[in-house]
């Protein structure tokens, strides 16, 4: 990218709204990305029912658990980012409440920790039902949240940032959503978190390759910052192609029946992003990044569909391994 280019993109901000009160928070909780949090468990849940092994209460916990670690990685990012200096009048995406003034940094810090109370207050449940490993599971997961932007080594200042996302927000949640019902993590659920967390990760590679610009000033080396815009490109549609795959993978494992092509039916909103994320730069691609999220939901949504009609009945005399279990197939 040229210094003509960086400057373009550096006059593009947009312009903070005008909020107060409650809605401050409410903006700095990001709101329009909890479906990214919601949809693991969604498609974890299905899993569950697809082995007859579904169970409220946990799905529950597991979903409340999921939102409140995303709207605590939104607050880290927010706060760690402006001190890092990557949050500047210049930014392109949503509006970071302490960049813009509306939250100071302590206050951020403090609602850090509260969410976090929250999270573990869930989690205590979630071990009470499902045993010890979730405290691993959990404690593993406050540590991503945090270490993304925050620590000694950040994740996404380091180019792991994409490995975070893919392994948080597709292997573990997807899984540890299933395990917190069933006891066990069947085939079904290894193979769901591959395809969602592609899916998660391709919204994190949209927002690199919008903020690569102003990234390269606050030294943060995103994948888009350390091998260029055209590499995250193909990251993208690599991700894409790995969560589209997986309707073929089911059918020729015999895992699925016909059912399982149902999260084609996204496909037209897939293709159409291919193209622009190809085309649009800048502040352009805020929407871009938000009809990437809706594919997620979408495709989630499919996904699980696909996984409660289309599972084959299990054995007669099948039923779900005691918690505890881990079979992967």
């Known amino acids: ?73 939104n607050f880290a990012n927010d706060v760690f980012d402006f001190e890092k200096g990557a949050d500047t009048a210049a930014r392109l ?4 409440a302490v960049q813009a003034g509306w939250i100071s940094a302590r206050a951020m810090r403090w609602a850090l920790v509260l969410v976090f109370v929250l999270v573990l207050a869930v989690g205590v449940y979630l071990v009470s039902v499902a045993g010890p490993l979730l405290i691993v599971i959990g404690l593993a997961s406050i540590a991503g949240a ?14 792991l940032g994409d490995v975070a996302v893919f392994a948080f927000f597709g292997i ?7 395990f917190v019902q069933l006891g066990q993590v069947t085939e079904l659920a290894w193979a769901s978190s591959v395809a969602v967390g592609s899916l998660a990760t391709a919204i994190l590679v949209v927002n690199n390759v919008r903020d690569a610009a102003t990234d390269v000033l606050a030294h943060k080396r995103t994948l888009a910052v350390r091998f260029g ?29 016909l059912w399982a092509l149902l999260p084609w039916l996204s496909l037209p909103l897939a293709l159409d992003l291919s193209r622009r994320i190809r085309r649009e730069t800048g502040a352009a691609l805020n929407r871009v ?41």
């Open 1 to 73: 990218m040229t210094p003509t280019e960086q400057s373009s993109l550096l006059t593009e901000s947009p312009t903070a709204p005008t909020v107060s009160g409650l809605g401050r928070w409410w903006l700095a909780a990001r709101p329009k990305t909890l479906p990214a949090a919601a949809t693991p468990v969604l498609v974890g849940s299905a899993c569950a029912v697809a082995a007859r092994g579904f169970s409220l209460g946990p799905a529950l916990g597991a979903l409340v658990g999921a939102l409140l670690l995303q709207i605590a990685a």
């Open 93 to 96: 995406g949503p509006v970071r």
């Open 172 to 178: 573990v949640a997807v899984t540890g959503t299933t």
């Open 146 to 159: 945090l270490a993304y932007t925050a620590g000694p080594y950040p994740l996404g200042y380091h180019g």
């Open 229 to 257: 815009i055209g590499f995250a490109v193909a990251e993208y549609h690599l991700l894409l192609g790995l969560a589209y795959a997986l309707p073929l993978w089911f059918l020729w494992r015999g895992q699925l029946t």
């Open 289 to 329: 990044l938000a009809h990437t999220a809706r594919l997620l939901l979408c495709f989630g949504v499919l996904l699980g569909v696909s996984l409660v009609l289309g599972a084959p009945a299990p054995a007669a005399g099948a039923a779900p391994a005691p918690h505890g279990s881990v079979d992967r197939g």
